[in-house]
T-cell receptor
Framework: SQQGEEDPQALSIQEGENATMNCSYK?????LQWYRQNSGRGLVHLIL?????REKHSGRLRVTLDTSKKSSSLLITASRAADTASYFCAKGRTGSARQLTFGSGTQLTVLP | EAGVTQFPSHSVIEKGQTVTLRCDPISGHDNLYWYRRVMGKEIKFLLHFVKESKQDESGMPNNRFLAERTGGTYSTLKVQPAELEDSGVYFC??????????????FGPGTRLTVL
């Protein structure tokens, strides 16, 4: 895929465990953004990490970016049943184009 | 602060008909984007407005799709005539005008379009 891959495609964990999702890409990026989509709902912006950043935190979320490997990971700590959703990474291009390129997403299920 | 809103939430039309989707961005956001997700595929970029001007329409699939943003506020996306393969969820997003914040795109709930 030109857009890179996300893995795993599906992840099922118990409440309280940590969840890690990965995203890879192929072309240069300006930034990488993670979104969550609950079933049948819109995309919720979680966090943005710029190409010159290596790690970013927001509450129970931790995002890392390794530009040498062209990959990013999203870690959700102490997961809750409410975290059940699809998670997407979206790559922001360099240059003037502002479009985002989305991966296929990871379906996370947190079991109570 | 109100988020990005889209109307309608669902639309069911027959092949050959016309449908117009509307997006109201977050107030003050100059950048407005349309994306869509067709069955089983990834979310794909359609086009980008800066105020009322089309900045990038490289993702528009064909000339059956027409997007407008008169006055630089809300935007419409018209599909005429609709084909079966147009079925999917159409998302709108907006971002601020400048600075680093312009990269952060906020999405609406989407319009689910079904073409029969």
């Amino acid at each position: 895929s030109q857009q890179g891959e996300e893995d795993p495609q599906a992840l099922s964990i118990q409440e309280g465990e940590n969840a890690t999702m990965n995203c890879s890409y192929k072309t240069s990026i300006n930034n990488l953004q993670w979104y969550r989509q609950n079933s049948g709902r819109g995309l919720v912006h979680l966090i943005l990490i710029r190409s010159n950043e290596r790690e970013k935190h927001s509450g129970r979320l931790r995002v890392t970016l390794d530009t040498s490997k062209k990959s990013s990971s999203l870690l959700i700590t102490a997961s809750r049943a409410a975290d059940t959703a699809s998670y997407f990474c979206a790559k922001g291009r360099t240059g003037s184009a502002r479009q985002l390129t989305f991966g296929s997403g990871t379906q996370l299920t947190v079991l109570p | 602060e109100a988020g990005v809103t889209q109307f309608p939430s669902h639309s069911v039309i027959e092949k050959g008909q016309t449908v117009t989707l509307r997006c109201d961005p977050i107030s003050g956001h100059d950048n407005l984007y349309w994306y869509r997700r067709v069955m089983g595929k990834e979310i794909k970029f359609l086009l980008h407005f800066v105020k009322e001007s089309k900045q990038d329409e490289s993702g528009m699939p064909n000339n059956r799709f027409l997007a407008e943003r008169t006055g630089g506020t809300y935007s419409t996306l018209k599909v005429q005539p609709a084909e079966l393969e147009d079925s999917g969820v159409y998302f709108c997003a907006s971002s601020q005008a400048g600075g680093r914040a312009r990269n952060e795109q906020f999405f609406g709930p989407g319009t689910r379009l079904t073409v029969l």
